[in-house]
């Protein structure tokens, strides 16, 4: 008998960790932070301690208590006895947060299943993130000691003990073949989503088939794979649908090229510089911006970071993502720590210092604000809110512009955040235009896919309104926290 337990990702948008259990083989899909639960007993200022290891996560239900799945160094500071894996494998659909970030929790010899795409930016998060509870790609094992050469007893360090780290356990699959875990046999498929690397899964047990759409969307650049992975779950006859339903209360959105579009409309417009915020890993928005750039005989200038994740994303054996050796890439080195770049009298070495271990290699091609200042209508710059410090170095001229292309602000808090954006922007005297379209299917999208593909069952996951979907199928199960869905 094939059981599902729903650990988030049921009426609320993302924290996916769904357990699936096949006589004996056990599997997770997804294993996500729920930013509404996280959100309210945690902040910025307010973390989860890591000296408690799992205590503080477990304490307000963000993971769920489970034997032999998470790391053992965190339970043994937590007091507990050693287990032994007991789960066979997670199943990754994407690598956003609300589907990946407690993977720091797990331990290093669960096998995670992915596309090369999302291993390529999980480790990019994984080497170029601060943080406490950030162990992606490899695990930093804590809380160990050893004799020093005075004979005293000193903390291990990833600095002092290389053999602390330790790779995690990534089986990277190619689209097209499947492959098996345990008892289960699993296909995955590539879909169209905000973040390269984006999975929908059809799995097949010994109660039936299973489908698991991930997030998933059929307006951007990869509509194609979202209907070739529709064409196949409909021939697959599912038993179960397990479907996203983020936006299952809104209709139609526009296309990822007609945001292209809008881009270069408003940049072309604007007669000083374009300050763009885009999400940081959506490397399908960063092509939009560079396809626009490269249509204005403009250059767009991204992060550092966003450099090393391209690095990282050139490595799969096929990728969307733009090349950062394109000559219309520029990458731009903000000023932090001492300031030092674009100062032409400072020594190198003393100017790396400003700067992390991992982007240091990217310093001597970088641009900084002067170059930017000196010629702000020829650029379409990356700016997150953290950047708009940068501002005030560059100094905008008249006519400078601020292309929002994110979501609206969903919660109090990035209502806050938006309004201080604002300021900033008004202080300048940029002016705003928005261009966006989400990484999520509207209503119309998962009708389709609903009654094209015409499960047996429908589970609805990710979504505040997951009754939404008996306007479409009389065999909709509506799942709560917790509760367990006997196939
Ligand atoms: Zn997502």
């Known amino acids: 008998m094939v059981k599902l337990t729903f650990y988030g990702g049921v009426n609320e948008i993302g924290g996916n960790k769904i357990l699936l259990e096949d006589s004996g083989t056990r599997i997770f899909l997804d294993f996500g932070m729920s930013f509404g639960t996280a959100n309210m007993y945690f902040s910025e200022f307010l973390q989860p301690r890591k000296c408690n290891g799992l205590g503080d996560f477990i304490e307000f239900g963000l993971i769920p208590d489970i034997k032999g799945l998470y790391r053992q160094d965190f339970l043994k500071h937590m007091g507990r006895d050693y287990e032994k894996l007991e ?75 290389d053999d602390v780290v330790v790779e995690r356990d990534f089986r990277r699959f190619q689209f097209g073949s499947e492959f098996k875990i345990g008892d289960i046999t699993v296909e995955p498929y590539p879909v169209d989503h905000s973040l390269s690397g984006a999975t929908g899964y059809i799995i097949h047990t010994s109660s039936g088939t299973i489908v698991y759409t991930g997030d998933f969307r059929f307006h951007g650049r990869r509509e194609k794979e979202s209907l070739a992975f529709m064409h196949a779950c409909k021939s697959a006859k ?90 219309d890439i520029q990458i731009y080195a903000t000023r932090k720590s001492w300031g030092l770049i674009g100062s032409s009298s400072c020594d190198l070495k003393i100017r790396n210092q400003d700067y992390d271990t991992w982007e240091r290699p ?20 990356f700016c997150t809110n953290f950047d708009l410090k940068e501002l005030i170095d560059i100094e905008p001229i ?79 199960v509506c799942m709560s926290l917790g509760q367990t869905f006997n196939m």
Request: proline residues 2%.
């Open 398 to 476: 008249e006519g400078s512009v601020y292309i929002k292309s994110v979501c609206e602000p969903f919660d109090a808090e990035m209502e806050l955040d938006w309004e201080r954006v604002q300021n900033w922007l008004s202080h300048f005297g940029l002016g705003v235009s928005a261009t966006h379209v989400s990484g999520h299917a509207s209503g119309g999208q998962l009708k389709t896919f609903v009654e094209e593909v015409s499960p047996k069952t429908i589970v609805p996951i990710h979504t505040e309104n997951a009754k939404a979907y008996e306007k479409w199928s009389n065999r909709v």
């Open 362 to 381: 990217y310093l001597d091609k970088a641009i900084c604000y002067k170059e930017i200042k000196e010629n702000q209508k020829d650029y379409l710059m």
């Open 87 to 161: 789960v066979d494998g997670l199943l990754l659909s994407h690598a956003h947060a609300d589907h990946a970030s407690y993977i720091n929790h797990l331990r290093e010899d669960l096998p995670i299943y992915c596309a090369e795409e999302t291993y390529a930016i999980l480790k990019a998060m994984n080497d170029t993130s601060a943080g406490s509870f950030n162990d992606i790609t490899e695990l930093t094992r804590c809380f160990e000691t050893y004799v020093n050469k005075k004979g005293e007893l000193s903390r291990k360090t990833a600095q002092t003990h």
């Open 238 to 327: 599912p038993d179960l649908l397990l479907i996203e339903g983020t936006r299952i209360d809104e209709s139609a959105s526009k296309t990822e090229a007609d945001v292209e579009d809008e881009i270069c409309a408003i940049s072309s417009n604007s007669k000083g510089l374009s300050a763009c915020n885009w999400s940081i890993r959506d490397t399908d928005r960063m092509l939009s911006f560079l396809n626009a750039a490269k249509k204005m005989g403009k250059k767009l200038a991204i992060s550092i970071k966003q450099a090393y994740l391209l690095d990282q994303l050139s490595k799969c054996s096929d990728t969307l993502a733009p090349n950062l050796r394109d000559k």
